[in-house]
């Protein structure tokens, strides 16, 4: 699928302000998304990575959920986050879409809508350039 691969986003909190941030996620050939954020760890606690699964929806479109556990300042897991998100390629190196998250047990069930839980995507792929080889 043409969202295989490693991307670069910009999440917009759509009720939250300007509450932009940067985040990291990669689409799998087997249909695993993996992702991380640069505000993952600010306001304490941390959060845990996000796990989930993907796939195509139409053309040039796919859906992913995600989820990751949130910790209170012990360390402790207090609950699960999980998004729902839909992409759009808007080229091949381009995509755009939206999410939004649920607030669920640390089983991942009751879910409900978080408090300013939407949220807009924006990226672009990270392509691999690699570097000269010794001679």
């Given at each position: 699928?043409?969202?295989?691969?490693?991307?670069?986003?910009?999440?917009?909190?759509?009720?939250?302000?300007?509450?932009?941030?940067?985040?990291?996620?990669?689409?799998?050939?087997?249909?695993?998304?993996?992702?991380?954020?640069?505000?993952?760890?600010?306001?304490?606690?941390?959060i845990s990575?996000?796990?989930?699964?993907?796939?195509?929806s139409?053309?040039?479109?796919?859906?992913?959920?995600?989820?990751?556990?949130?910790?209170?300042?012990?360390?402790?897991?207090?609950?699960?986050?999980?998004?729902?998100?839909?992409?759009?390629?808007?080229?091949?190196n381009?995509?755009?879409?939206?999410?939004?998250?649920?607030?669920?047990?640390?089983?991942?069930?009751?879910?409900?809508?978080?408090?300013?839980?939407?949220?807009?995507?924006?990226?672009?792929?990270?392509?691999?350039?690699?570097?000269?080889?010794?001679?």
């Open positions: 699928s043409a969202i295989e691969g490693s991307w670069i986003l910009t999440i917009d909190r759509i009720n939250q302000g300007g509450n932009t941030f940067t985040a990291l996620m990669s689409f799998t050939g087997g249909g695993v998304a993996l992702a991380t954020g640069s505000g993952d760890r600010l306001p304490p606690p941390p990575p996000l796990h989930g699964s993907w796939k195509q139409g053309p040039n479109r796919a859906v992913v959920t995600l989820n990751f556990f949130l910790f209170d300042l012990l360390g402790n897991s207090v609950g699960m986050l999980k998004n729902h998100e839909s992409f759009h390629l808007k080229s091949p381009e995509l755009e879409g939206n999410g939004v998250a649920l607030l669920c047990t640390v089983q991942g069930e009751g879910c409900v809508s978080a408090v300013g839980s939407e949220f807009k995507i924006t990226g672009h792929r990270i392509i691999p350039e690699g570097a000269p080889l010794p001679e």
